[in-house]
């Protein structure tokens, strides 16, 4: 499938920053900038932010995600939530698995599986992260983490659900490091998870998942990352608390 058919889509992570009264500064800020983007444009936001960020961006393009989700209804869970409480307030994606979950919080391979499929039975849209640290690709082995991890976290998702799964490849020593991959090596890695994809799957469903690039992606290098065949998007950290810098990403990307 021809890039240009997939959806282009910049996601900010905010991960543990702005109040809800520093949010909608900054959604005010960023939704007149990215207005006419010609990509989808989402904002992810810690939990408390979650209905601030929603009604500050009634009527724009500006799409809300959280940062991560429980995989039960309901229960004895205490500081977790839902899928459900989520899709009540109106939120459309989930960003799961992401590393520093992975690094600090205990995630494994097996609980980003049950939290995709849950918010894929609910109805949101989840944005798995992948990556391989620095210690695996000095070690060759990134084609294998990144399979295995691919392999896992999809266990289970059907063929339709994958329609609604976005894969952002997020090298580990490039999250916050100023340290990005190439180019290049940003399109080696998100090549090879489509053809997973298409292993698993195949090779038309594989095409039509949209694969982010995720690690000190910002206003400078984008240009170039995006430009990249199987780069179909950004998940962006520092640079998504920056509207100019943003913005200027989601630029990029509609081109
Ligand atoms: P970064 O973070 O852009 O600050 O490197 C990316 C991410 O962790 O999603």
Not at 25 to 53: F, G, K, W
Not at 68 to 76: L, V
Not at 123 to 147: D, F, Q, S
């Amino acid at each position: 499938m021809d890039k240009a058919k997939r959806k282009a889509i910049i996601a900010g992570n905010w991960k543990m920053n702005k109040t809800p009264k520093e949010a909608k500064e900054l959604l005010s800020a960023m939704a007149p900038l990215v207005a006419d983007a010609d990509c989808e444009v989402i904002a992810c936001v810690p939990y408390v932010d979650l209905a601030t960020a929603i009604e500050a961006t009634a009527g724009t393009n500006i799409k809300i995600g959280a940062e991560n989700c429980h995989w039960a209804e309901s229960g004895a869970f205490t500081g977790e939530i839902s899928t459900g409480m989520l899709k009540e307030i109106g939120v459309e994606y989930v960003v799961l698995g992401h590393s520093e979950r992975r690094q600090y919080f205990g995630e494994t391979d097996e609980t980003v599986n049950k939290r995709t499929k849950a918010a894929l039975a609910a109805g949101l849209k989840p944005i798995v992260c992948v990556g391989e640290l620095l210690w695996e690709r000095e070690c060759n082995i990134t084609e294998e983490v990144i399979a295995r991890q691919i392999k896992l976290d999809l266990w289970d998702v059907t063929e339709d659900e994958l329609k609604n799964v976005v894969i952002a490849y997020e090298p580990v020593w490039a999250i916050g490091t100023g340290k990005t991959a190439t180019a290049d090596q940003a399109e080696e890695v998100c090549a090879f998870i489509r053809a997973q994809l298409a292993k698993l799957y195949n090779q038309d469903a594989a095409d039509a998942v949209t694969i982010q690039y995720g690690g000190s992606m910002n206003d400078g290098n984008a240009d170039e990352l995006l430009s990249k065949t199987n780069v179909d998007g950004g998940l962006i950290g520092g640079a998504s608390l920056v509207a100019e810098k943003f913005a200027a990403i989601v630029k990029a990307a509609s081109k």
